[in-house]
């Protein structure tokens, strides 16, 4: 008997990889072929008679209709009308950018339904959560024999967000950046995806609570040269310091670094807890809000961005 699988859901990229490793089962001489239902010609009738004819130069085939939501009732029926006897040589995969709560409407009620067809695999392919998209990349790099520093996984993060597709581009770019080295750091990435001033904010800030005034001002400095927006600066300083709050609080119920560090989803968790123990929870609380009347003072003009936050660090630090 043969397969049908239904891939829903928004994630195409990892849809691609799901079939590709379909490919590959089959190994390189499997008879492959994909359709539109807007493709100029196409006939519903003419891929299902494909899916039933023995290939002459493949012992197997894979047949990819892509949105299939977008066929025509017609279309559907010959199409269904498969999916109840398919042929044990060829495997129809049917796609669609549609995810599972959207198929409730009276036009796509049929394909909800063919996730309960028996010889139907249905699988939706979603925007990975953090801690899975951070899964992905380790098990990504490692399939090139490669390892990723957790900076290094952060600047992806904070770069690309959860775009698989360019997280993936930017991870080849990089093996290759690296060629005999074995794990991919963060300023190998900053080669192939560009500057990404996180990390030097927190070793500014690391600077300052260590009493080296003057190593902290070189690197706001440097990040102001770098032409870097200065909302963006202030943007990773309030979440840090409130990331440092919600720390302090969660030490004093007894929870252990390790279980903040999953809690608050911290990355450079060794940097963070080395300048957490410098501030005290007062001084959080404080800074925090003089931080916050900062940026609305930069945002209404009242206030010159570098210069106010040079005082800022001179007053709370020096």
């Given amino acids: ?132 998209l951070r899964n992905w990349i380790v098990a990504e790099v490692d399939k090139c024999g490669k390892k990723i520093s957790p900076p290094a996984l952060a600047l992806l993060f904070n770069k690309l967000g959860n775009n698989t597709f360019l997280i993936s581009q930017a991870i080849e770019k990089a093996i290759l950046y690296i060629k005999d080295k074995k794990t991919i750091e963060w300023g190998d990435l900053e080669q192939t995806v560009g500057k990404e001033i996180s990390l030097d904010v927190y070793k500014m800030l690391g600077a300052f609570l260590n009493g080296k005034i003057y190593e902290g001002m070189e690197i706001l400095r440097d990040i102001r040269d770098f032409n870097v927006k200065p909302d963006k600066i202030l943007g990773i300083l309030v979440a840090e310091w409130r990331k440092f709050y919600q720390a302090k609080k969660l030490l004093r119920k007894g929870l252990l670094p390790a279980q903040i560090k999953k809690e608050l989803n911290l990355f450079y968790a060794d940097i963070f807890f080395s300048n957490l123990k410098k501030i005290t929870l007062d001084k959080i609380e404080k800074s925090l809000r003089e931080l916050l009347t900062i940026d609305y003072a930069i945002k209404t003009g009242k206030s010159k961005p570098f210069f106010a936050l040079e005082l800022w660090f001179l007053k709370n630090f020096s």
């Fill in 1 to 132: 008997m043969g397969r049908v699988f239904l891939y829903l859901g928004e994630e195409d990229f990892l849809k691609r990889e799901a079939l590709i490793k379909l490919r590959d089962s089959y190994g390189e001489k499997t008879a492959y072929f994909s359709f539109c239902p807007e493709d100029d010609g196409f006939r519903m009738e003419e891929v299902i008679r494909l899916a039933r004819t023995n290939n002459l130069f493949s012992p197997h085939q894979i047949i990819v209709i892509k949105d299939i939501d977008k066929v025509s009732p017609s279309d559907k029926e010959v199409l269904l009308s498969y999916i109840k006897n398919p042929t044990h040589y060829t495997d129809l995969v049917l796609l669609t950018r549609l995810k599972i709560k959207k198929l409730d409407n009276e036009d796509n009620l049929w394909i909800k339904k063919l996730c309960n067809e028996p010889g139907v695999k249905f699988r939706e392919f979603s925007p990975l959560s953090e801690e899975e």
